[in-house]
């Protein structure tokens, strides 16, 4: 509900005029808000920062999901898990449908407790537009540059 719709509410409750008020509460289309743009780059980067912790402590998928294969841990698998995640706690097929506030909580918990089965301290994820940016950025910055393997 935005402000115009709230201040037109009060306004017939504050005059008696519960019917109309009734029907309009009755028809409100009940919905979260999707996550923003930044939340969801934040989230990119807090599964890139998993994928370099995982790598600099020698953690692999099996381990934390304990199959056979010694897969790397990278972002793109723990999306994929937090995607099974979310299709099993709120039958959301994409993560773009998480809603800001409450949904992203909730899969950080899960993560974090995933990961910390096999003891692996996960990065904090980063949410304050003006707090941290040098380490969004650098994450962002490491993504593009190719680093030679060994």
């Not at 923003?36 to 998928?61: D, F, K, P």
């Amino acid at each position: 509900m935005d402000r115009n719709a709230q201040k037109k509410l009060i306004e017939w409750l504050e005059n008696g005029q519960t019917d109309l008020a009734l029907n309009f509460v009755r028809n409100i289309k009940v919905t979260g808000s999707k996550r923003t743009n930044q939340q969801n780059a934040a989230y990119w980067v807090w599964l890139s920062m998993i994928e370099h912790e995982a790598e600099n402590q020698g953690v692999t998928w099996d381990m934390v999901v304990g199959e056979m294969n010694q897969l790397r841990v990278t972002k793109e698998n723990v999306h994929e898990a937090v995607k099974q995640l979310t299709k099993a706690l709120w039958g959301i097929e994409s993560t773009t449908q998480l809603e800001k506030i409450g949904h992203m909580d909730i899969v950080i918990d899960h993560v974090t407790a995933l990961f910390g089965k096999v003891g692996l301290e996960v990065p904090a994820f980063p949410h304050e537009e003006n707090k941290g940016n040098d380490r969004l950025e650098a994450m962002k910055l490491r993504e593009k540059i190719n680093y030679p393997s060994n």
